[in-house]
Each structure stands twice: as structure tokens, then as C-alpha cells.
């Protein structure tokens, strides 16, 4: 890392990305201990497993600013993947977590000079196409679908805005993730990643539902996205995180997937018939995301390889 210290702090760090990232990060054995600041609800939803097992600590939410100011000498980077958990349809929720709190630990990262790493989102291009290397400008003039989308616009554009101050952070860097899956999420139910949803129903022998289409020129579940396994995204953060690089980058699998496909990759794994039901989509649903543009990634050193759709399906 650009900066002493020894202790990478992870916000949101047993969510499914965060966790996957503080996983990669404390596996990676560089000299770094992970720290999670998180919740980790009941028990027997099982977020706990997802923490890393060389964990240095776990803090509080509400003790993070605070155990930040305490100990920043020994703080070597902020990683920020905290996202607004269950309240996605609260918009007043989505920009206290996705705005709000990355400026206040921008403020921390400006005044100790420490880097500041976020999660952001594909869903800032809103009907794309991807564009990591957009400039504050360019950032301004795009136009988020959702306010998941918007909230993480708007501290990609703040932290755009202000990377070349004299008192701005040594590192910023924001990740816009793409869709995400993985193990650590059959707690959630109906709030699970489509994946994992469409493999649990198609082993129950039950119909995945799917949204029906409002554009005429797209099928009823032809919506596509950019899905990747947690721990592909996780170590790519990881890696990313490593070389000290700023500014914004995609980390997807690079290729759009319908949701049909997932649907036919889903039931490839179980070995069995996979069936669709449609429904009307939310308000709020992002029916159109791009995929991820992986050229800042390998200009930065790093390689972007993931496992296939089939493979991380398998692997669940």
C-alpha cells in the first residue's frame, strides 16, 4: 500500500461482496490484517460464516468513525462495501449508506491521508454503455435507472470531483461491481441474487420467476446482466486493492447474460428441467444494466478472469 500501517478496514465486511473481499484480502498474506466493521444479525442466518478466518477484529457500525480516529496510525486503507442491506427500496436509507457515509470517511481519508476504496455499481451508466475512465463531466451527464444507481453516483461523482485537491485522499478508487452471487446468500430468501434463486427453485422441481419485459424489443426474461461469483469479484477487488491503483473500475465477468440463460445454467446444474414464470418488474427494478468494461482493470495490472456462469452455478 501507498501509506504505512498494517490494518485494512473493511465496512460491510460479511455481506456478500465485503466478505468476499475481506477474504481475499486476509488470504492473500501480504503483511495486512483485516478488520470488519459490520452486523451480523441472528445466528441462524449464517452471515457469520462468511467472515474471514484471519480476522484482526470486528467493529460496530456505530463505533467506526470513532475506533477509526483512535487507532489511524495503524490504518494502512478504508474499504468501503457497506451497501443499505434490506431497506433497497428507501431512498433516504441508499444515500445514507452509499453517500452520506463515504463522504464522512472521505473526511477521515483526507485529513489521515489514508487511501479510500468504495463499492460502487454498474447501475451508474444507467442504460449504458460501461465507461470506467469518465471523467467528473462526463460522471454528471449520466442517468442512474434506479436510486440504488444514483446514490452510488453521487459520491463517484463527489470523489471524482475532488481526487485532484490538495488534501484529497492518496488512493481513491471506486469498484463499480457488477451483478453478484455466491454462497453466502441462501439466507435471503427472495431477496437472493437470481442464481442462486433459480437454482434453489429448479432443485425444488418449482417454476423461477422472472420479470416480464417493458420494452417491446426485448422478450419476457431477455433482460441481460453481468453476473460474477462473489469470489471472483472479491479477488479481483483484492488484487486491485494491492497495486495501489486510483480511480474507477468495472469488476464483472465482462459479457451480458439473460436471464433466461441463468435460468438454463441453473438447471445444467441440478441436472434437471428448469421452467419460468413471469411477473410484473418493481418500479425500482434495473431491467437495464451493461456489462463491465474490463479495460481500466488489466491497465492497472490486473487480470480479469472469472469462472463461467455454469462453473460458479456448479460450485454452490
Known sequence: MPVTGHRIVVVGGAGLIGSAVARALADADHGLDVVVCDRLGPAQDGKWRALPARLDDLWQPDELLARLEASWRSVAAVVVMADAGAAQADADALFASLFHLRRRLHDFASARQRPLVWASSLQVYGAGPAQPDAGAEALAALQPLTAFGRAC????????????????????????????????????????????????????????????????????????????????????????????????????????????????????????????????????????????????????????????????????
Open 153 to 316: 453516483l453521487a459520491f463517484d461523482l463527489f470523489a471524482a470531483r475532488h481526487r485532484q485537491a490538495a488534501d484529497a485522499p492518496p488512493v481513491l478508487a471506486g469498484l463499480r461491481f457488477g451483478s453478484v452471487y455466491g454462497a453466502h446468500e441462501q439466507h435471503k430468501g427472495a431477496a437472493a441474487s437470481l442464481p442462486v434463486r433459480a437454482l434453489a427453485a429448479v432443485r425444488a422441481g418449482e417454476p423461477v420467476a422472472l420479470w416480464r419485459s417493458t420494452d417491446p424489443a426485448v422478450v419476457d426474461g431477455g433482460h441481460t446482466r453481468d453476473w460474477i461469483h462473489a469470489d471472483d469479484a472479491g479477488a479481483l477487488a483484492a488484487s486491485l486493492i494491492r497495486t495501489g491503483a486510483g480511480g474507477f473500475f468495472d469488476i464483472g465477468s465482462g459479457s451480458a447474460v439473460s436471464a433466461h440463460d441463468v435460468v438454463r445454467a441453473a438447471a445444467r446444474a441440478a441436472g434437471r428441467e428448469g421452467r419460468m414464470v413471469f411477473a410484473e418488474p418493481p418500479p425500482e427494478a434495473a431491467l437495464v444494466v451493461p456489462a463491465a468494461d474490463l479495460t481500466a482493470l488489466r491497465a492497472a495490472g490486473v487480470d480479469p478472469l472469472a469462472r463461467s456462469l455454469d462453473e460458479g452455478l456448479a460450485a454452490l
